[in-house]
């Protein structure tokens, strides 16, 4: 059974760096076929794809954010991080991460519980 | 970039309807396409991949059809559970965009 966590803080201020961590289990990351992607959510709004990293260390963010974001994994930790600099008020949300895998074309299949954000001094 | 549209943003229908949304690409994704329902406060959850295929799990009155740069997901006959929110996703070329969602509300 395949499950994914986010942890981070819940208030980050203006200009700060978002580190989110998305703990999983029941599938690796060393395994060819697979990844792990971050949406995000702002209150009432729609969802956001950030980025995605694949088995291979193959990484894709989504093009207007992509100045911002970085994402990484520890196969070994079953953990995968995502760093945004320079937060915004306008980056408040809830921050999911989710799997994919080739199997289902790379749609997200099962997702995580989300974490909120909120940007405020 | 590939942009999503939904239509109608939103709807009232009543329980037994029929309901169909309709998602739309600004150029061909092939059948790249999935679609998920959001209850509020909770995460999506997958309910189309690859355009039509029923993700395991999933009432059989929800079904996906189309190619190219347009998609519809139906519900045959909608059910209390089934008022919620529904955002198509395009995942094309190695990047990834959702619709902006179609909120189906209790007439």
């Known amino acids: 059974q395949i499950t994914l966590k986010e942890s981070g803080p819940t208030l980050v201020k203006p200009t700060q760096t978002l580190t989110l961590t998305c703990n999983f289990s029941g599938f690796s990351l060393s395994t060819s076929g697979v990844g792990v992607g971050w949406i995000r959510q702002p209150p009432g709004k729609a969802l956001e794809w950030l980025a995605l990293?694949?088995?291979?260390?193959?990484?894709r963010y989504s093009p207007s954010l992509k100045s911002r974001l970085t994402i990484t994994k520890d196969a070994s930790k079953n953990q995968v991080v995502l760093t945004v600099t320079d937060m915004d008020p306008v980056d408040t949300g809830t921050y999911y991460c989710?799997?994919?895998?080739?199997?289902?074309?790379?749609?997200?299949?099962?997702w995580g519980q989300g974490t909120m954000v909120t940007v405020s001094s | 970039d590939i942009q999503m549209t939904q239509s109608p943003s939103s709807l009232s229908a009543s329980v037994g309807d029929r309901v169909t949304i309709t998602c739309r690409a600004n150029q061909g994704i092939r059948e790249d396409l999935s679609w998920y329902q959001q209850k509020p406060g909770k995460a999506p959850k997958r309910l189309i991949y690859a355009a039509s295929s029923l993700q395991s799990g999933v009432p059989s009155r929800f079904s996906g059809s189309g190619s190219g740069t347009r998609f519809t997901l139906t519900i045959s006959s909608l059910q209390p559970e089934d008022f919620a929110t529904y955002y198509c996703?395009?995942?094309?070329?190695?990047?990834?965009?959702f619709g902006p969602g179609t909120k189906v509300e209790i007439k």
């Open positions: 996703l395009q995942h094309n070329s190695y990047l990834w965009t």
């Open positions: 990293i694949y088995w291979d260390d193959d990484k």
């Open positions: 989710a799997h994919v895998e080739m199997a289902t074309v790379w749609s997200f299949d099962i």
